[in-house]
């Protein structure tokens, strides 16, 4: 029962809370003990409501999961997790984790009440709406970078990293659309009615012109965003976004894969070593050729 129970808690997709120390790190605050306890506290918060969320989706969706040739095989879809038991565990996961946002912070708590929320209003209508479905999905990494900002006191993170994030997260959902259909094309039929709505043709003009925007966005932040280095020496960390974005691309439109981001993350070497190397690039250039 709680190899069930952790199973649908998706600790995996835990990864997307990351998202939340976006604020300390282009604050150059990461020396900052106090703010990194702080935000660490919160992404426990965050994924507690997160994990609570992917529960209440497996409850509302159960009837779709079951017709599904992965989402099947997810414990209350299988029958391995009682329907009770999995709201009760829901309802535990989402108080404590508001609980214990709102001592960290009313505005983290209210911001992840707005996500829990928006999540409920997706699972039962948006997510049936083409183009509002991914537009939804890109506000939700929005909403987590805005979680982590709200719980420390940042003077130097510019909105085009806002912007950024909004178009970067369209890339990815609308590339998981793309990558359903291609799932789909090879199945008896469209597990999701939305997928109703697309055709492969205005998926891939969608996925060109985000990805265009959220390369010339983030190039934008590099060089004209306040409080970045003089030198310019962000721009060196263009490349790296670049490849990231082509080869993310390149698994859906070529690999056929990308039905689940968070998978390719764990999965796909040549994108964990391009963030890696993005990560230190940004790193050394906040903290350590410029100081922090």
């Not at 990461?30 to 209440?56: C, D, E, H, I, R």
């Not at 969706?61 to 017709?67: P, Y």
């Not at 992840?112 to 999905?137: E, G, M």
């Not at 130097?156 to 998981?176: D, E, N």
Request: hydrophobic letters at 55%; aromatic letters at 14%; charged letters at 15%.
């Amino acid at each position: 029962m709680l190899n069930a129970i952790f199973r649908s808690m998706r600790l995996r997709q835990w990864v997307k809370n990351g998202l939340l120390f976006a604020g300390l790190v282009f604050d150059r605050q990461l020396n900052n003990w106090p703010a990194v306890l702080t935000v660490l506290q919160g992404f426990l918060a965050y994924g507690l409501v997160s994990s609570g969320v992917y529960l209440m989706n497996d409850l509302i969706d159960l009837k779709q999961d079951k017709a599904h040739p992965k989402k099947r095989l997810r414990p209350i879809a299988a029958g391995e997790l009682p329907i009770s038991i999995a709201r009760w565990t829901a309802a535990i996961l989402i108080m404590a984790g508001l609980g214990m946002g709102f001592i960290l912070s009313p505005e983290f708590a209210s911001i992840a009440f707005f996500a829990l929320v928006l999540n409920l209003a997706y699972s039962l209508k948006l997510k049936h709406i083409p183009i509002v479905d991914v537009i939804v999905l890109a506000g939700f990494y929005v909403i987590r970078v805005a979680a982590g900002v709200a719980l420390v006191s940042v003077d130097r993170f510019s909105p085009w990293l806002y912007v950024f994030t909004t178009f970067a997260a369209l890339f990815m959902g609308v590339g998981k659309r793309r990558a359903e259909i291609n799932m789909a094309d090879h199945s008896a039929g469209k597990t999701r009615k939305v997928l109703a709505g697309y055709t492969s043709e205005f998926l891939d003009q969608f996925l060109l012109a985000v990805l265009t925007l959220a390369i010339l966005t983030y190039s934008l932040y590099t060089f004209s965003a306040p409080n970045l280095p003089e030198n310019h020496s962000m721009m060196l960390t263009i490349p790296f976004v670049i490849y990231g974005f082509f080869r993310y691309l390149y698994l859906v439109q070529v690999e056929r894969s990308g039905e689940a981001p968070e998978e390719i993350l764990y999965q796909d070497r040549p994108i964990q070593y391009t963030l890696l190397l993005w990560g230190l690039a940004v790193l050394i250039i906040f903290y350590i050729f410029t100081g922090a």
